[in-house]
Structures are given as structure tokens and as C-alpha cells.
């Protein structure tokens, strides 16, 4: 029987939690805006809105997961 090559399936999961940039960036959501709102501050709580970039330690491992190379 032949051995066929397999074909590369991206994370479903990480497909989800992420947004990829057209120039290939990766974004993601803050932590911490789950519940307990009411204790952390206005600008805490504005910040938490915003989006930030994945850390480059693991940019190379999500790139891979992701199938970007």
C-alpha cells in the first residue's frame, strides 16, 4: 500500500482566538475581561478592549500550528 503524504490541518481552536493582518501579523485578545469587572478601572477596563500582538517567543510556534510556515 502507498504511503500518501498527509495533508496539513490548521488549529480550529487558535484559528478562532486569533485575527491574522494582511502584512501577516498576529492579534489577539486581552485576558482578564471575563468577569469581574466592577473592582478594575476605567482605563484598566478600556485597555482590555484593545488587541495586541502575540509575543515573539511563541510567534514561530502558532505560525506553524496555523500553517503559515
Known amino acids: 500500500m502507498p504511503k500518501t503524504k ?5 488549529h480550529k481552536g ?3 482566538r486569533l485575527r491574522i493582518g494582511g ?3 498576529i ?10 469587572m466592577s ?3 476605567g482605563n484598566r477596563r478600556r485597555r482590555l478592549k484593545r488587541t495586541t500582538s ?3 517567543v511563541e510567534l514561530k ?5 496555523l500553517g503559515m510556515g
Not at 510556534?61 to 500550528?65: T, V
Open 54 to 56: 502575540i509575543a515573539k
Open 27 to 36: 492579534r489577539r485578545k486581552q485576558a482578564g475581561k471575563g468577569h469581574l
Open 14 to 16: 487558535l484559528l478562532k
Open 61 to 65: 510556534k502558532i505560525r506553524r500550528m
Open 6 to 10: 498527509l495533508k496539513f490541518k490548521p
Open 39 to 41: 473592582s478594575k478601572s
Open 23 to 25: 502584512t501577516g501579523t
